[in-house]
């Protein structure tokens, strides 16, 4: 009785590791392809022209003045903010990725498939990811909650801004009822 002699030849470490690269960087590509930034670019004008009252060196100012006042030392207090773009992005890839219904978590439903929805922004500064949020998707309502007192009544300010001006601009869009952004 012959034997014949089996041979496997395991790919090395570094074969597996460009491998792995590999496959990330066409997951990358898949999802960037996917990604609709001319619709996501296309509304930052109603942001920019809503917030252009609240640089980001305005809420810097007001909430150092205020924790320096209060003497207040924890870090998660620091002060910055997202931009437009990121935003958009991230709920990009939620509609097109990750959110899709039986991604991950998603159940049947996913996430941000269609209007409504609820946006919450813990720690929101002067506003802007909860008017960015509202600008980007259709919520049925956007809250943001901001323990620093002079930051939230700048995000009043955002929020009349919103409502007196913004609302309007973004009515007409694809089923668009936008109703509510609330601080
Ligand atoms: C990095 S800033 C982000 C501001 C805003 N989300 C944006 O992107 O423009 C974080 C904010 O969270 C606030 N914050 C931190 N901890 C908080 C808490 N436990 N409750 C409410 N606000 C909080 C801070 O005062 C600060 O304004």
């Known amino acids: ?23 990330e960087e066409e997951l990358a590509a898949t999802m960037l392809a996917k990604l609709d930034m001319v619709s996501v670019l296309s509304s930052k004008d109603v942001f920019d022209s809503l ?16 924790r320096e006042e209060l003497q207040l030392k924890d870090p998660n207090l620091v002060y910055g ?9 991230i709920f990009e890839k939620i509609k097109k990725v990750y959110g899709r219904p039986f991604q991950g978590t998603s ?17 929101s500064g002067t506003g802007k ?8 998707h259709n919520f049925d309502v ?17 929020l009349n801004a919103y409502n007196t001006r913004g609302k309007a601009r973004l009515i007409g869009r694809e089923n668009d009822t936008r109703e509510l952004v609330s601080m």
């Open 1 to 23: 009785m012959s034997s014949k002699a089996v041979t496997t030849i395991a790919p090395l470490p570094f074969e597996v590791e460009a491998k792995k690269l590999d496959e």
């Open 51 to 66: 917030m252009q009252s609240f640089p980001a060196t305005l809420g810097k100012a007001v909430s150092k003045k205020e």
């Open 81 to 89: 903010e997202i931009t437009f773009e990121t935003l958009g992005v």
């Open 107 to 123: 159940g049947p439903a996913g996430f941000l498939q269609s209007r409504g929805g609820i946006f919450y922004d813990l720690g």
């Open 129 to 136: 990811g909860v008017i960015g949020a509202a600008v980007l």
């Open 142 to 158: 956007c809250y943001g909650i901001e323990c620093l007192e002079g930051l939230y009544t700048l995000s009043l300010d955002a």
